[in-house]
């Protein structure tokens, strides 16, 4: 039965990550994978997680099912985390969830919910987006299309061709959006940049969908969310797909939410009764163990304290070596104008240079990255950005 099947292409950033590992130079810079790392290249479990985790192993008392929503006290605070205390939405009893496997699971739960509501439905996607939208929503059964987005060659937005082509896009279409932290560009829809969205959105009929994968990583946790609550004030129906893996730093706990806003709360009842039986025929339920460090932090002041400050520490030093990494660009002589990375946010940028540039600096100098030249930030640190920056200007060069 199995044997005719052929074998796929290794993921190329976990080739990346192998050829890394291999690498012998103590020099060796990994700027391929999308995890947080400290100035120590390290990814830690935050204390705030670790202190839910101790009461949690103190206070559990079963093992028994929550069921396919996980429970409703992560769902009320997730809600409130990502729209907003008394967003209009929610004191509307508009708003229905599910806490899920990762973002990638609300992102897979949403897009077959969506291809219930309307099989084959197509969604616009951004030009570039993170790789894995497409199979997590084609293989649900949408169809995908793709709306310009990011211009390599300015290391800007393409703004007017983003609104031109979404111009024709109606009702039971949908559009994904990036909240804030563009993977892989790291540039990011302005405030106005929203308003218009927000206009065309409401006046068109199309459904937006919001994937908010970075919350905290870009300003701060209620500027990141501006958008999305903006469009969630301005349209009767959307769809948010958000993760706590980056700003809980519980990537491999897989903890998400899949939520949907709907015209009143009667259809919001139906419509979650699908989104459940979704889950239902899928994984059946969520794990618990993420979920509930996620709910024990937001719904304790301390906690939620400790968590918050932790955040901002990891954003202000991606903020930081995008600043340092500017200027040492600039004093190595490197060739260009980097400044569009201080203005991007998140975890990601391009770097602007060419797959032979790039596949050079892995031969010659030991530094990784993937072929489109989309770095990591926080794989920088004091210790490797001179010899970064350094062999960047020397390829350049070359
Ligand atoms: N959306 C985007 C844009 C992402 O970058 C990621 C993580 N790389 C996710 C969703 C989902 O991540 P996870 O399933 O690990 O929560």
């Not at 997680?49 to 009461?55: C, D, I, W």
């Not at 800007?156 to 932290?181: I, P, Y």
Request: charged content about 20%; some cysteine; overall charge negative.
């Amino acid at each position: 039965m199995f044997d005719h099947l052929s074998s796929l292409p290794a993921d190329p950033i976990l080739g990346l990550l192998a050829a890394y590992r291999a690498d012998e130079n103590p020099r060796k810079i990994d700027l391929g994978v999308g995890v947080y790392k400290d100035e120590a290249g390290h990814t830690p479990v935050l204390q705030a997680v670790k202190e839910a985790e101790t009461r949690l192993l103190r206070s559990e008392e079963t093992k028994a099912y929550v069921g396919p929503a996980g429970t409703a006290g992560f769902n009320a605070a997730m809600q409130e985390l990502v729209l907003g205390a008394g967003h209009p939405a929610l004191v509307g009893n508009r708003v229905r969830s599910a806490q899920t496997p990762g973002g990638c699971g609300a992102l897979r739960v949403l897009a077959e919910f969506a291809n219930r509501a309307k099989e084959h439905a197509t969604i616009w996607v951004s030009d570039p987006t993170w790789a894995n939208h497409v199979p997590l929503l084609g293989n649900a059964g949408l169809q995908i299309k793709s709306y310009p987005y990011y211009d390599r060659a300015t290391s800007s937005l393409k703004f007017d061709a983003m609104v031109e082509t979404l111009k024709q896009v109606g009702e039971g279409e949908l559009v994904l959006f990036h909240a804030c932290c563009h993977n892989p560009c790291g540039a990011d829809l302005s405030r106005e940049q929203w308003q218009v969205l927000a206009e065309m959105a409401q006046k068109q009929g199309f459904t937006p969908f919001i994937d908010m994968a970075y919350q905290g990583f870009g300003d701060s946790l209620d500027a990141d969310a501006y958008g999305l609550r903006l469009m969630a004030e301005s349209v009767p129906e959307m769809l948010v797909a958000a993760s706590c893996s980056k700003n809980f730093g519980l990537y491999r706990e897989r903890v998400g939410m899949a939520m949907a806003i709907y015209r009143d709360a009667d259809s919001a009842d139906r419509g979650q009764s699908q989104l459940l039986n979704v889950v239902r025929g899928n994984y059946s339920m969520p794990p618990n163990h993420g979920g509930a460090i996620v709910e024990a932090i937001l719904t304790d002041a301390g906690l939620r304290a400790n968590w918050e400050a932790e955040l901002t520490e990891m954003r202000e030093r991606i903020n930081s070596l995008r600043s340092g990494l500017v200027e040492s660009l600039e004093k190595a002589g490197a060739v260009g104008d980097f400044h569009f990375i201080q203005q991007q946010k998140g975890m990601f940028s391009f770097l602007g240079i060419t797959p032979e540039q790039v596949e050079k600096l892995q031969q010659d100098y030991s530094i990784y990255m993937v072929d489109s030249s989309r770095i990591s930030i926080a794989g920088l640190s004091q210790n490797n950005m001179e010899y970064f920056c350094a062999s960047v200007a020397e390829v350049l060069e070359s």
